[in-house]
């Protein structure tokens, strides 16, 4: 970690001259890990604690199992670079509330999200050992929770965002580097959808736009080989914190009944491990 703050450090000193000069062969040297100069891959398994919570209102909290997979595609030496991924997690946690007459209630529910992602950004050469990316994009975030307790009823929550994500990597040997890195995603809009016709027949589903919000990714990970397989290990933290949306009204006979979406909180603790091709 030292060794990587140190080589920022270098980077805001040394400038561009410096980048010119070492850039073709740091990137060269980091591209061949995955024994191709052009396009790499990597799957990962991924399990994380979750919680998602409605501040005062209500919390969906438990373990959720991942599937991570990502590509990178670097043209030439000259630092461009392109790159997709796609996460998907599912699993059961346990929402803990109230019912809409007020009372307690807990139950379990089933739950996935997943998030698609595109980027293209730019590799900027620090030290002999150490890179910066430097990168932006496209991304979608879904989510679909669906309660097995009481008055249960499935909900639909979609966000739209810009992810801006700065990267550092060292490289520790000719077959092994470390990384980390920190991604802001700004809010682009959100949907959501309350299907509360799984309550009651009859009962409107309920759209709601939302307008406002942003997240939050950090993580570190380790590039190795095991007995001549390329691997990969990473640690993630990552929070949402969305506005509440827009009213929609609802005519039931003789009165006119109000909905929001509450301002929501989401955050998410993991480990992933997998392979590098």
Known sequence: MRGLLGALVCLL???PAFAQQTGTSIIKQFAEESKTNDLTFHANLSMSTYE?????????????????????YRPQDDGLFLSAGIDYFFGSPTYDGSLMDG??????????????????????PVTPEALLDVSGG?????????GDGRGSYE????YIYL???????YAISSDMSAAVGFERDVFIRGRNTTHLSDVAEGAPDLHFSQSSGSGLKLFAAFNGT????????????RTWNVDQSDMVAFNAGDRVLYFVEPKNETSQTGASAGIRF
Do not use: C, W
């Open 138 to 146: 496209l991304a979608r975030r879904y989510l679909n929770d669906k």
């Open 13 to 15: 000193i040394a400038g």
């Open 163 to 169: 992810p801006i994500i700065l990267q550092g990597r």
């Open 226 to 237: 095991i007995n001549t397989l390329p691997v990969r290990f990473e640690v993630y933290h």
């Open 103 to 124: 009372r307690p209630e807990s139950h379990s529910t089933s739950d996935y999200f997943y998030t698609i992602q595109a980027s293209g950004g730019y590799t900027i």
């Open 52 to 72: 998602y919570k409605e501040p005062g209102l209500m919390k969906v909290s438990g373990t959720m199992i991942g599937l991570q997979g990502a590509g990178l």
């Open 155 to 158: 909900r639909e929550q979609s």
